[in-house]
C-alpha cells in the first residue's frame, strides 16, 4: 500500500491534487482546480468520477461499489488489459486481464499551464503478472483532467517476439435514464452480439436501450456521441488506436447477480468502451508500443 505522506510530498500540488484513503485501504488522489473535481483510484490507475467544474458528475460509480484490494471496483475508468472479457484459454485467470485490480506506479503529477492535471502511472512486469502474462510489457496511462478527460494507454512490446493483446478502456458513464438516452456513432457497424451467443449482427441507426445489451462493434474507429436530452447533455466520445466500441448495459437481472450495481443502478450507467477486442486484437512488434487514446467531453 502507498503511504498517503509520502504520496501528498512527493505528488500533491496544493489544494488541487491531495491524497487520501477511501475506505480503510483504497488509496486515491483528489482533484479540485477552476476547471474540474475528479478522483482517481492508484488501484488500476482509474478515475472513479470527474465533473467539468459546475457540472454533474460524467463518470459513473456504484452507490455499492466496493473498495477491496485486489478486486474491481464497479463503475469509474477500469483498465482492461492485456486482455478483453474473459481469457483465450484459461478461465482461471481474471476477466479484462489484471490491470485493473493491481496497484499501479505513479510516476509524476503536474499542473499544466492550461489548468489541466496530468497524472501518469506505469505497471512493470514482475513474477506475479509473469503467472498469468509471460511477457515483458510494461504499460503507462496517462489522465489528463480538465474540462475534458483524456486517457491514453501506452504499451510496450520489450520481448524480441510480437505480442498480441486486446484491450479496452471499460469507462461508465453517468445517465439520467438508460431508457431515455440514444447512442450515435454506430450505424452500418458489424457487431458480436454478446447476449445473442456472439452472432454476428449490422447495427441499423442509433442504440435504444430497453433491455440487456452486450456488443463489440468492430472495425470502427468512429465517435460516439450519447445523447441524454433529460440532463440536456450530450457526452462526445473520440478515440484513436481503437478499432472496437464495446457497449454495455446489464439491465436488471444481470445486475442484481452481480450485486455491486447498486439499487437499480443499472438505469443510471452506460458503458461505451474505447478499445481492441476480438478480430481487432493488436499485434505489438519488438521495440514497438501501441497507443490507445481517448478523450471525453460535453456539450449541452
Ligand atoms: C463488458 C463485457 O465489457 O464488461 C461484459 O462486454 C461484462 O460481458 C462487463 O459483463 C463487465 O465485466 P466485469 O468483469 O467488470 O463484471
Redesign the pocket.
Known amino acids: 500500500m502507498h503511504d498517503i505522506t509520502d504520496l501528498n510530498s512527493h505528488f500533491g500540488i496544493g489544494e488541487q491534487l491531495m491524497f487520501s484513503l477511501l475506505g480503510e485501504n483504497m488509496v486515491v488522489a483528489d482533484i479540485n482546480t477552476d476547471l474540474c473535481t475528479a478522483r482517481v483510484a492508484i488501484q488500476g490507475a482509474q478515475v472513479l468520477e470527474w465533473a467539468p467544474k459546475g457540472q454533474r458528475s460524467v463518470i459513473w460509480l456504484s452507490t455499492d461499489a466496493k473498495f477491496i484490494p485486489g478486486k ?1 471496483i ?1 463503475g469509474g475508468t ?1 483498465v ?1 488489459w492485456p486482455w ?2 474473459a481469457h483465450a484459454t484459461n478461465s482461471d485467470y481474471p ?2 486481464g489484471y490491470a485493473r485490480t493491481v496497484d499501479w506506479d505513479l510516476l509524476s503529477s503536474e499542473l499544466l499551464a492550461d489548468g489541466r492535471i496530468k497524472l501518469v502511472f506505469s505497471i512493470q512486469t514482475s513474477d506475479a503478472t509473469r503467472r498469468v502474462w509471460p511477457h515483458t510489457s510494461p504499460l503507462e496511462c496517462h489522465i489528463f483532467l480538465g474540462n475534458t478527460l483524456e486517457l491514453e494507454l501506452i504499451t510496450r512490446n520489450d520481448e524480441s517476439v510480437p505480442i498480441i493483446i486486446s484491450e ?1 478502456l ?1 469507462t461508465y458513464f453517468a445517465v439520467s435514464d438508460v431508457r431515455q438516452v440514444r447512442v450515435s456513432g454506430l450505424d452500418a457497424c458489424e457487431y458480436l452480439d ?1 447476449v445473442d451467443n456472439f452472432n454476428r449482427k449490422t447495427q441499423q441507426g442509433v442504440i435504444n436501450f430497453s433491455g440487456e445489451v ?1 456488443r ?1 462493434y468492430l472495425a470502427t474507429e468512429s465517435k460516439c456521441v450519447i445523447d441524454d436530452s433529460n440532463w440536456k447533455r450530450q457526452i462526445h466520445i473520440t478515440k484513436r488506436g481503437s478499432r472496437s466500441t ?1 457497449v ?1 448495459n ?1 439491465w436488471i437481472d ?1 445486475s442484481q447477480a ?1 450485486g455491486d450495481m447498486g439499487e437499480s443502478g443499472y438505469l443510471n450507467m452506460l ?1 461505451v ?1 474505447s478499445g481492441n477486442a476480438a478480430s481487432d486484437v493488436v499485434t505489438i512488434e519488438p521495440a514497438k508500443e501501441h497507443r490507445l487514446w481517448v478523450r471525453y467531453h460535453v456539450e449541452s
Open positions: 474491481s464497479r477500469p482492461c478483453f472479457g476477466a479484462h479496452a471499460h454478446k452486450d463489440v464495446v454495455w446489464p444481470k452481480m458503458c468502451e
